[in-house]
């Protein structure tokens, strides 16, 4: 099972470099991390997916909420989130088959960026689901480089 | 007045109470050993090694219940005092240790005597830091105080560039130390507590079953009133020793690998276990799916990570042992009728009886002989530290510890070259106590220089080596698991034909200008003992063991706790 996790840390030095330690010394299985700015400007928010039983989840929490520098974990198990990933295609393209790349952008809402003689690049921001479903389609015209962001996630509503 | 950042670590340390730090300096932290100098309050122990400065701040923590402090200089120093801060992160000792850094300048330069400190310790610590600025120093070492002694302890490294220590700013003597992402839970929700205690007393099989929390909280009084309200069955791991008198009859043992058969029996037959300030550790449960069948479990600890960790708990308490058995107290003063558990503790007392813990009492000179002995004579009042292997168990075994503090053993490190340092470092702490150092050959040799440091500075503690020139506990593992190839144990000749072993301990003892002895006859072992409490410097004793005794019980490995191989 995935989980998705969010937690608030302090914006300093070696903080990820103890997040991600704790995580390789506990032989988590991670997914995804990623860190970003917030609204308060001495905290980061790292959202991670991470693979496990609730038990690992579980573990996966205490072991965040001991960390000092770990303000505030945000546990979306049992809450309504929002999940969005980030990705960046370039698939091979030579001109006949633009326009159908073109399409299969246009299903997904996906923002064409780049084009070359031979190439076009296209970024795509959605749920995970969503990301692999375009990855499926694009495949067989070649990918040539591929990057995803990795997941951020909010819940919904008020809180 | 403006103070240089190496006088403000000191003003520090003095605001922490701290009287001892122990280290070794070099290059890097010149500027704070200069500011040491001047120092009334605050006495250096120069060790011999830096491990040494480590496991002796670690002693003087177990021993005292107050932070542990440690220096080193960068580079080797630094990388030096890892296995110091493992032990004690593991054992959650509280400790603080301060280490030079090269200039700010160099840093990530690959200076002179540069290491990455804070990325190699940081697996080793709670938390660590690295100062950029003379002014941060006050506020860090506040919270470095704070989180190495609060919630669950542990240990905390600062590393100060040498620039730093010499940089100049105010004072400040009452920082916020407070850490927004930090706030242990102490007193444990109230409700919770009380459906524990009920669920308790809805018991007619109950196991208290109580570790190093105990210890390190100071709940053994709180501890020892809750078991004798209740008479019920108590076993302690080996952090927990002394958190309930050993002598009481309703201590059971210790459980596990090389606990008693009574304290194993408990575990697979009660119906709920107490579990107090111990963690499930794989050395208690054995095979995990067979450990505690017919249990339910009700586990009270600070760390919310150790809570349902290895084996699930039915009824966790998160919070301070002492202030939750406190409160428990207090409910249970209001209960009349309590369970009564005589006819359980019936049912233990035959396995008791049936298996007790022994050894064979010939003519052979016997470690556990020696232990025995030093448990007569010392009245078991000795403060007992010990090195790790078989000789580690057997202390365990035959010295019975009424009180907390008594017994000191690097437990989840199972760190070889703890004992001697260790006990310097009790010692130190205790200037009145006896402090014997249970020892073995092999350990011993891993910190021995650190006799100097207990000549110099006159620390009298006695070295009892239970020589068996063996690497014991691994040669035991080979013995019985491994159809008796012994492989890279033998401390002794190579040589079939002599027995000759290497270091004559005697004669260490006497080179480092203390008392050495060699006892190779179970009828000497009274006098040598008597002698050595009377000396009043640190004594070596070489004890001549039998080479291939094995500490039983032993469950092996892997297997459920109730496969017991016992002595035949
Ligand atoms: C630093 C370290 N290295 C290796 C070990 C593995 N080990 C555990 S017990 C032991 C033997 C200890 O020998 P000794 O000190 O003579 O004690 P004995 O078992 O003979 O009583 C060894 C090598 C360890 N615990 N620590
Ligand atoms: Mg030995």
Not at chain 1, 3 to 8: G, L, Q, V
Request: glycine residues 10%; positive net charge; charged residues 25%.
């Amino acid at each position: 099972m995935k989980h998705t996790i969010a937690a608030m840390v302090e914006n300093k030095p070696g903080v990820l470099a103890r997040i991600s330690g704790l995580f390789s010394a506990r032989a988590f299985n991670i997914m995804s991390l990623t860190v970003g700015e917030t609204e308060v400007s001495d905290v980061s928010r790292m959202t991670i997916v991470v693979k496990g039983d609730d038990k690992i989840l579980e573990q996966v929490g205490k072991q965040l909420n001991k960390l000092p520098d770990v303000i505030k974990v945000i546990d979306f198990k049992n809450e309504e989130f929002i999940d969005r990933d980030l990705m960046l295609v370039k698939v091979n393209a030579s001109k006949a088959l633009r326009g159908e790349i073109i399409e299969i952008a246009n299903i997904f809402r996906a923002n064409i960026l780049d084009v070359s003689a031979d190439t076009m690049t296209i970024e795509l921001t959605g749920r995970e689901t969503k990301l692999e479903g375009a990855i499926r389609l694009l495949r067989p015209y070649g990918i040539k480089e591929m990057v995803r962001a990795g997941v951020v996630a909010m819940s919904r509503g008020r809180k | 007045m403006k103070l240089r950042g190496a006088e403000i670590i000191l003003k520090c340390l003095e605001r922490e109470g701290v009287d001892t730090v122990f280290g070794i300096p070099g290059g890097s932290v010149i500027p704070l050993f200069d500011a040491l100098h001047d120092n009334k309050k605050i006495k250096l122990f120069l060790t011999r090694h830096e491990q040494g400065a480590a496991h002796m701040a670690d002693g003087y923590a177990r021993a005292s219940g107050k932070t542990g402090v440690c220096i080193a200089t960068s580079g080797p120093g630094a990388t030096n005092l890892v296995t110091g801060l493992a032990t004690a992160l593991l054992d959650s000792v509280p400790m603080v240790a301060v280490t030079g850094q090269v200039v700010s300048h160099l840093v990530g330069n690959d200076a002179f005597q540069e290491a990455d400190t804070t990325g190699i310790t940081r697996p080793v610590t709670k938390q660590n830091y690295l100062v950029t600025d003379v002014r941060d120093i006050s506020k860090t070492m506040a919270q470095a105080f704070y989180l190495a002694r609060s919630g669950r302890p542990g240990t905390v490294l600062i590393d100060v560039p040498s620039d730093i220590q010499k940089a100049e700013c105010e004072y400040d003597p009452k920082p916020d130390s407070s850490i927004r992402g930090y706030k242990p839970s102490k007193d444990g929700n109230p409700r919770q507590i009380k459906t524990a205690l009920n669920a308790l007393l809805s018991s007619k099989k109950l196991l208290v079953y109580a570790g190093g929390g105990v210890i390190s909280s100071g709940a053994a009084k709180e501890l020892t009133d809750f078991v004798r309200k209740l008479n019920a069955p108590v076993t302690l791991t080996l952090m927990g020793i002394g958190g309930f008198p050993g002598t009481d009859e309703l201590f059971i043992g210790m459980p596990g690998m090389h606990g008693t058969q009574a304290a194993n029996y408990a575990f697979q037959n009660c119906d709920m276990v107490f579990a107090v300030g111990a963690r499930f550790d794989d050395r208690v449960t054995g095979k995990v799916s067979a450990f505690a069948p017919h249990a339910k479990i009700v586990q009270v600890d600070i760390d919310p990570t150790s809570i349902s960790k290895n084996v699930t708990a039915d009824i966790p308490v998160v919070g301070d042992c002492k202030s939750v058995l406190r409160q428990m107290l207090i409910l249970l003063g209001g209960i009349q009728k309590t369970p009564d558990y005589t006819s359980w503790r019936k049912d233990i007392a035959v396995v008791s009886k049936k298996h007790p813990l022994c050894y064979k009492d010939d003519a052979v000179l016997r470690p556990q002989y020696v232990i025995d002995r030093f448990y007569q004579i010392t009245k078991g009042k000795a403060l007992v530290v010990t090195e790790v292997g078989q000789h580690q168990m057997w202390a365990e075994q035959f010295y019975k510890f009424d009180n907390p503090r008594r017994f000191i053993t690097s437990g989840g490190l199972g760190t070889m070259g703890y004992g001697l340092p260790g006990a310097i470092g009790a010692k130190r702490a205790c200037p009145d106590m006896e402090v014997i150092d249970i020892a073995g050959d092999g350990s011993t040799q891993m910190n021995i220089q650190e006799l100097a440091t207990a000549k110099v500075y006159g620390i009298k503690v006695i070295v009892a080596i239970l020589n068996n020139s063996y690497l014991g506990m691994v040669r035991q593992w080979q013995e019985l698991f491994y159809k008796k190839r012994y492989s890279g144990v033998l401390l002794g000749s190579q040589s079939s034909k002599d027995q000759k072993y290497w270091p004559d301990f005697k004669l260490v003892g006497e080179a480092y200008g203390l008392k050495g002895m060699r006892i190779e006859h179970k009828k000497d072992v009274d006098a040598a003992i008597k002698e050595a409490l009377a000396f009043k410097e640190t004594v070596v004793m070489d004890f001549q063991v039998a080479k291939e005794e094995n500490v039983f019980p032993i469950v092996p490995g892997g297997a459920s706790i109730d496969q017991i191989i016992d002595m035949s």
